[in-house]
Nanobody, 121 residues
Framework: QVQLVESGGGLVQPGGSLRLSCAAS????????MGWFRQAPGKEREFVAA????????SYTDSVKGRFTISGDKAKNTVTLQMNSLKPEDTAVYYC??????????????WGQGTQVTVSS
């Protein structure tokens, strides 16, 4: 059974940083794509970043490029999202997800419960 558990959300001032973590069980990191998505109130869930461990390729949505970094530890089955220079528009519930077909842009089958990120002064 696949399980994804996020942690690290919270309240931060604009310009601050947060680090989200996702602990995964029941899957092998080297064979899946891992991604982060977010959903703000009243908006559709959107792609934020993803990584394919097998080829070392990462992808980001334009609004977070240069500010967010996705990485992880295959030995610990943990993927992280380092978020710097946070803006109020980054406020959302952030979800970790896994695509067993190892495609960054494909369908993600497995989802975590989400962690709230609030950027406000």
């Amino acid at each position: 059974q696949v399980q994804l558990v996020e942690s690290g959300g919270g309240l931060v001032q604009p310009g601050g940083s947060l680090r989200l973590s996702c602990a995964a069980s029941g899957l092998t990191f080297s064979t899946v794509a891992m991604g982060w998505f977010r959903q703000a109130p009243g908006k559709e869930r959107e792609f934020v970043a993803a990584i394919r461990w097998s080829v070392g390729i990462a992808s980001y949505t334009d609004s977070v490029k240069g500010r967010f970094t996705i990485s992880g530890d295959k030995a610990k089955n943990t993927v992280t999202l380092q978020m710097n220079s946070l803006k109020p528009e980054d406020t959302a519930v952030y979800y970790c997800a896994a695509n067993p077909r190892n495609s960054i842009y494909g369908l993600y089958d497995y989802w975590g419960q989400g962690t709230q990120v609030t950027v406000s002064s």
